[in-house]
């Protein structure tokens, strides 16, 4: 669960949580604004943002 969580990989939570199917009505009736991005942190996603900077990328959380 921890790496699927900074990956950012909602199919995979949901198919390792202790109820799939409430999951993925949960996840499906509060979809994130932004792609890659929960609906917490949105842009400010600190383990997308980790992401992109370990891979050399330019970060903007504008």
């Known amino acids: 669960m921890s790496k699927a969580r900074v990956d950012v990989d909602f199919d995979k939570m949901i ?3 202790i109820d799939p199917e409430k999951a993925r009505r949960y996840y499906e009736s509060s979809k994130p604004e932004c792609e890659g991005t929960c609906t917490m942190c949105g842009k400010m996603c600190p383990a997308r943002t980790m992401k992109r900077i ?3 990328e330019d ?3 504008r």
């Open 59 to 61: 970060v903007s959380i």
């Open 15 to 17: 198919s390792l949580s």
């Open 54 to 56: 370990l891979a050399g």
